[in-house]
């Protein structure tokens, strides 16, 4: 296919992404957003780039997206608030020590940075840190982003089309806005995150909802992006709701922290037991955050599908359409990766990875 | 878990004598002040026979003070969850009154952010808590009654007023002395103000439109009709009348407008066991939050003879708060320079504002109201410039601490 039109849907990082790299490679594009943006799941989110090994698939594409962020990062770090603070994982026992000396193989195998810390080590990187942890694991390539500006930035790289509006039906080349308009074009690029099913109602994404809360400004208090490792498997393997001490340090000096996932909730106000109950894990982790103010909680939603990996290349059944969502909470990180598998599938040129675990095919029945 | 039959949030006038009233009625009552005594930003400080008996009311085994406190959450079951500089706790109420008084607005105009800039009431407090303003010279400027007995506080401790600037036209002025008329009380203060300010000039119709000096304020620039002059002093107060403290209204979902809690005329919110009195209501000064004090603990307890005695007395102080709104409520504003600095916590300028496609843009794209404030003082403001609309209330609704958050996961899930 030469490139032509495309519309994208969603102003999302992953959407402005795919914007900023199909424009890099000649595409025409037009970007409908219905709020403003870098808004959605990247304002709510961490704004963290990390490389996560709960699948080969999973490792291979934050890998990518990783060595793409710090590139993008590193030549423009004030815009991107770009710091590459890297992450430690905190093991809270023997086994879990075990776990971190298995993963430090496999980042090696995938070209990245890993080191093993001991307890001396870890506390060494994070005094804060309670006592009587067994150690860790490092991962130094990885990196924090203000990824709402880092979205705008990337949109406005693209001269394209903005228009604000709501896109109420995709139909075979082209969309309808809520205002009536039809917008023509010959590929439609989804990237609603968890909204995608309003438009597609038959894929398979479920919202997930999240609370963060930020400081006040603490220069210091933390070096690293610092989490339990019982975090990938609290967070993306559990279907029940689930707490998981993940702090990051901000280029303000400010604390943002989190987690904790609830499935299938669909209203934004913040649950306060839910809030408590993420606190309250992070605290036991990290002892000193009991006394730092808080200015300001959130809650957001991730696009969660039931593989853990997202959805990137044509639709199987809806000719002209393609998919660019369910990242879950690692949009920031892979909406790079995710942007140039995407305009490689489009452009048919050889693509950085492999694209087929993240084909969207593998959840729809072959006709 | 601590009980009442009422919680007050704020110690104010309207929240003291609610307070005293409901406790003399036989019911347990917790008043929550974020200040370290009773008294509101009126009586801050101020111990005089005037107000020593509403004071010492409090003095009631039926009374709770929770002072330096905090209100960080409004939870479902009629609990709150409140913060103090030592710990937290979570309170629980069978009625509400929402006594959350009022604050200046302030809004930006070139030079503001210069030390030995504040706001009217600001400059008030700063001298209450000791700051020497002997001989000092003070531009007091911007609009809203709080400006005459500030200045005669001001002049009262030494300092010298080189003028007040007023941004509202004399007729529309006098057309609100006029309705101080059926206010006997008002009158004679009014009257005391003019004899303690003989010699001060006054300048009606008078627009502040730069502060001038380079690290500290040496003067200001002011726009009457078509001229400009520049006047010298060492402090500029400047404030833009008062806005109500609506945010503890709208967390616990109660309808407001910008002005106030929309309530019936028995003080009820639209929130069941919800009530609101005083500046909460729309702005009507000390004798109306008094008023509506008394007559929420007759509603409460149901002292029919109360109530309509009161009632009455509210709404005849009401009809003067109609007329502070009419008069004092719509502050203009100046044109900004593109440098002047718009939300103070984050350093966000006019410049990188006034382009912004909405609230949520200039949040997202330039931390405008991420800082410290949350909004609390350039939301108003970015509301007045650009228009922007106010943001959803969540918790926690002031700083608090993470443990004080934390405490939040003690909370049944299933109490509704």
Redesign the interface.
């Known amino acids: 296919m030469s490139p032509s039109d495309v519309i994208i849907i969603g102003g999302g990082i992953v959407g402005c992404a795919c914007a900023h790299r199909l424009a890099e490679t000649g595409w025409r594009v037009t970007l409908v957003e219905r ?5 959605g799941a990247t ?1 709510a989110g961490m704004g963290q780039i990390v490389a996560l090994d709960d699948s080969p698939a999973e490792l291979v594409l934050t890998a990518d997206s990783q060595r793409r962020w710090h590139t993008l990062g590193q030549a423009n770090p004030l815009i991107h608030e770009y710091t590459p603070c890297g992450t430690v994982w905190v093991a809270s026992d023997d086994e879990e020590l075990t776990l971190a000396a298995a993963k430090v193989s496999s980042y090696h195998a995938a070209g990245l940075h890993a080191e093993l810390l001991d307890a001396a080590a870890l506390y060494r990187h994070e005094p804060n840190l309670r006592p009587g942890l067994p150690g860790g694991l490092r991962i130094a390539g990885d990196a924090v982003v203000y990824s ?2 880092s979205a ?1 930035w990337l949109w406005e790289q693209t001269g394209g089309t903005l228009i ?1 509006d709501e896109v109420t039906a995709i139909q075979s080349g082209g969309v309808t806005l809520a205002n009536g308009r039809q917008l023509r074009a010959d590929v439609v690029v989804l990237a609603t995150g968890s909204r995608a099913r309003e438009l597609v109602p038959t894929l398979p994404i479920r919202p997930k909802k999240g609370h963060l ?1 930020i ?2 400004r603490y220069p210091g208090f933390i070096h690293h992006q610092v989490a339990e490792m019982g975090y990938a498997k609290n967070a993306h393997l559990a279907d029940v709701d689930s707490v998981a001490f993940n702090i990051q340090p901000r280029a303000t000096g400010q604390i943002l ?1 989190g987690s904790c996932r609830q499935y299938d909730i669909h209203t934004p ?2 649950d ?2 839910m ?3 993420m ?2 894990r ?2 036991d982790f990290m002892p000193g ?10 809650t957001g939603y991730r696009a969660a599908t039931p593989d853990g990996l997202p959805l990137i290349g044509p639709h199987p059944h809806i000719p002209g359409l393609w998919l660019a969502t369910g990242h879950e909470g690692l949009g920031i990180t892979t909406s790079l990766g995710t942007a140039d598998l995407l305009a490689a599938l489009l452009n048919h040129t050889s693509p950085a990875i492999n694209p087929s675990p993240y084909l969207p095919e593998r959840f729809f029945p072959a006709h | 878990m601590q009980s009442y039959d009422v919680i007050i949030i704020g110690a104010g006038p309207a929240g003291m004598h609610a307070a005293h009233a409901l406790a003399s009625r036989g019911q347990h009552v917790a008043l929550i002040d974020d200040n370290p005594a009773a008294g509101g930003q009126i009586w801050r400080g101020v111990n005089n026979k005037s107000i020593q008996p509403a004071r010492a009311a409090l003095e009631s085994p039926h009374i709770t003070t929770y002072y330096q406190t905090r209100v960080i ?1 409004t ?1 479902a079951s009629q609990q709150l ?1 409140v913060e103090n500089p030592r710990d937290a706790h979570l309170l629980h109420y069978r009625h509400l009154i929402i006594a959350s008084g009022a604050r200046e607005l302030l809004l930006p105009v070139a030079g503001w952010t210069l030390p030995g800039v504040t706001g009217i009431g600001g400059l008030q407090a700063l001298v209450k808590a000791g700051m020497p303003i002997a001989n000092k010279r003070v531009v007091i400027a911007g609009t809203g009654p709080l400006i005459w007995p500030v200045a005669v506080f001001l002049r009262m401790h030494g300092a010298h007023i080189v003028a007040i600037a007023e941004q509202q036209s004399l007729p529309r002025l006098v057309r609100f002395g006029l309705h101080l008329a059926r206010y006997p009380r008002k009158i004679w203060q009014a009257v005391g103000y003019a004899a303690q300010l003989i010699g001060v000039p006054f300048m009606a119709d008078s627009h502040v439109i730069a502060i001038t000096g380079t690290t500290q304020s040496t003067g200001v620039r002011i726009q009457r009709g078509d001229h400009q002059f520049q006047l010298t002093c060492d402090y500029v107060a400047i404030g833009h009348h008062l806005v109500p403290n609506l945010d503890i209204a709208q967390s616990l979902g109660c309808d407001t407008t910008p002005a106030a809690v929309t309530t019936t005329g028995l003080l009820a919110t639209t929130i069941p066991h919800v009530y609101a009195i005083g500046e909460a209501r729309g702005i009507g000064g000390l004798d109306c939050a008094i008023a509506e004090g008394h007559l929420v603990a007759a509603v409460i307890c149901r002292d029919t003879s109360a109530i309509t005695q009161w009632q009455q007395r509210v709404a005849h102080e009401r009809q003067l708060a109609t007329a502070i709104a009419a008069t004092f409520a719509t502050p203009a504003t100046t044109p900004l320079a593109d440098d002047t600095i718009v939300c103070r916590c984050e350093d966000v300028t006019h410049a990188q504002l006034q382009h912004a ?2 609230w ?2 200039a949040k ?2 330039q931390r405008c109201g ?3 404030c ?1 909004g609390r003082i350039c939301g108003a403001a970015t509301q007045h410039l650009y228009g922007w609309g106010p943001d959803a209330v ?3 609704l002031r ?5 004080t ?9 299933d109490v509704e």
């Open positions: 709020d403003t943006i870098g808004s304002a709402s500006r705008a604000h809360v400081t006040d922290i106000e913040v306060p037991h809030l408590g109950r606190l309250q992070c605290i955050l009991a006394t730092l103010s808080t200015l300001r909680v959130w | 959450a939870l969850l496609r909405d949520r843009t997202l794209q991420m800082g410290p949350q969540r918790p926690p700083p608090a601490r993470v443990a958050l934390a405490l939040l996961q003690t909370i049944s899930t």
